[in-house]
């Protein structure tokens, strides 16, 4: 993850979006910095693909503003569409054209002279590692390589801000951790990156800062571990050589013995910060109990997830 700057590329104050009767964005407001990911989660119907419809000028917002690359998304349109580019949960890719002839359509969406394109569409496929092919309908190419072609032909234009909506749904695993290489070398290129994405771990591992998003509102922000501070649930686990030795440390420690997966492990709350980690070893050297094993274990974002929706159902 990245050093966060100052200048933002989205911001969105007050923004409200119904459907009929169906409130689907009730007062968001949210900034992300330039050149970071900001991850937007929560539960489907939650609002997140109209957000990224708004902001994008797909559709547009029944009160409130939003603002990318300085541009406002109603006023400069236009402008804002040639800052971005988008990746939506289904992928764009025409399967009756070859790899090459989606991005030389794109590029022709774009205005692009020819020679300008061709620099651009080669070094798209060098990047995605689709070179070799390039030729082939797309038809024929995994659900992997169908992503990476369809991110490929949101960057044609050179944006500054990318949408990706549930860019990774349906991949297998290796072809989900090349998307998120991808992300990281755009984001390290200076381009900000606004995610959508229902696996939390995707979250945590690329953004720089998450927003849980439930009926319409926001209802926590922060980094990931600022988002996984805030649930109890830390502990720390001991594990020792036999029973003995577990019993001697529960007493010393005031701990009460789960009956776990492990019976030679103790579960002991606590953050797991090294203040914490070395109250708990001089407690023990004291009492002259020798831990065979050490293991911290912290809240992750599927936990913030069920705390904080789980509230707000």
């Not at 911001?11 to 407001?29: C, K, P, T």
């Not at 571990?225 to 003995?244: C, T």
Request: hydrophobic share 40%; charged share 25%.
């Amino acid at each position: 993850m990245t050093n966060i700057p100052n200048r933002p590329a989205i911001e969105v104050a007050g923004l409200r979006r119904s459907y009929g009767a169906q409130l689907v964005l009730d007062g968001i407001d949210l900034r992300v910095a330039e050149g970071t990911v900001f991850a937007l989660l929560g539960p489907n119907g939650a609002g997140k693909s109209t957000m990224v419809h708004i902001l994008s000028t797909l559709i547009r917002a029944d009160s409130g503003t939003a603002r990318v690359c300085g541009h406002d998304v109603i006023a400069d349109a236009d402008r804002v569409r040639a800052a971005i580019g988008v990746t939506g949960q289904f992928s764009a890719v025409d399967v009756y054209l070859t790899g090459e002839e989606n991005l030389l359509l794109m590029a022709d969406l774009h205005h692009l002279d020819r020679r300008e394109g061709r620099r651009r569409i080669a070094d798209l496929l060098e990047r995605f590692g689709l070179t070799d092919a390039a030729k082939q309908g797309a038809a024929t190419y995994s659900g992997g390589m169908q992503r990476k072609l369809d991110l490929a032909m949101g960057l044609i234009g050179d944006p500054r801000v990318i949408f990706l909506d549930e860019p990774t749904t349906g991949l297998d695993p290796r072809s989900r951790r090349e998307m998120w290489q991808i992300v990281r070398d755009l984001v390290a290129g200076g381009v900000s990156v606004f995610l959508t994405t229902q696996y939390l771990e995707e979250a945590d591992h690329l953004a720089d800062r998450i927003a849980l998003l439930d009926r319409g509102r926001i209802v926590a922000e922060g980094t990931p571990a600022e988002l996984k501070s805030r649930v109890p649930g830390g502990h720390v686990e001991l594990r020792f050589g036999d029973d003995e030795a577990l019993a001697t440390a529960a007493v010393l420690l005031g701990v009460v013995p789960e009956r776990g997966d492990d019976p030679l492990v103790l579960r002991v709350p606590g953050d797991g910060g090294v203040r914490h980690l070395r109250s708990l070893l001089e407690r023990l050297d004291a009492g002259h109990v020798e831990v065979d094993g050490l293991a911290v274990r912290t809240p992750d974002l599927d936990d913030v997830f069920f705390a904080t929706i789980g509230q707000n159902r």
